[in-house]
């Protein structure tokens, strides 16, 4: 295999990147990403430290990308649009990224400092949406817990094929999203 000149960190995390979106998380492997830039596996030492450090990075973009997607579809919105704004935006985001954000779940080490940042980012983003629901703090982390396990949940469901009738899979979401945003009014929940 001939050392190809010009790779850096950048092209590294790229190739995993691809790698994942196309293949699936499972085969980001160095010796895959070696392979797709046509370098040695040692020669990938000199960009990163090893694989867990990059699914790492790959999770930090991750956070990083859907947190901005849903921000981009909330512009303009408030309240119960503005979290049918970013539900939409959360599975959209799955489905044109599917190794990406499964990166977000399986490389999920809170003890890495920059994916914590990145997780508490998103938090944050989402808990300034629910201000205008005037929940107490642990209320809304509650909201924000299970608004975040139907998007995963759709979207997981909908990355192994799990909804396989002849229906309009955006319609099911809107519909999931929208009863629960009603529950949100009523009292009591």
């Known amino acids: 295999m001939a050392y190809r000149q010009g790779i850096d960190k950048g092209a590294v995390l790229q190739a995993a990147l691809d790698i994942a979106n196309e293949q699936g998380i499972e085969q980001v492997t160095l010796a895959a990403i070696a392979a797709k830039l ?20 790959l999770a930090v973009l991750g956070l990083t990308r ?6 981009e579809a ?25 190794g990406l954000y499964d990166s977000i779940v399986s490389g999920a080490d809170l003890s890495n400092p920059a994916l914590a940042e990145a997780g508490d980012q998103s938090l944050s983003f989402l808990l300034r949406i629910l201000d205008s629901y005037k929940f107490g703090e642990e209320e809304a982390l509650h909201v924000v817990r299970g608004l975040r396990s139907m998007m995963h949940g759709f979207a997981s469901l909908e990355m192994k094929q799990g909804f396989q009738m002849e229906m309009d899979r955006d319609v099911s979401l809107r519909h999931l ?3 629960y945003l009603r529950g949100l009014h009523t009292p009591g929940n």
């Open 74 to 98: 909330v512009i303009g919105k408030s309240g119960d649009d503005a979290l049918l704004a970013v539900g939409l935006a959360y599975v959209a985001f799955a489905r044109k990224n599917p």
């Open 177 to 179: 999203l929208s009863t």
């Open 66 to 71: 859907i947190r901005e997607a849903m921000t």
């Open 38 to 57: 046509r370098v040695k596996t040692p020669s990938l030492y000199n960009h990163i430290k090893g694989l867990p450090d990059l699914r790492a990075e």
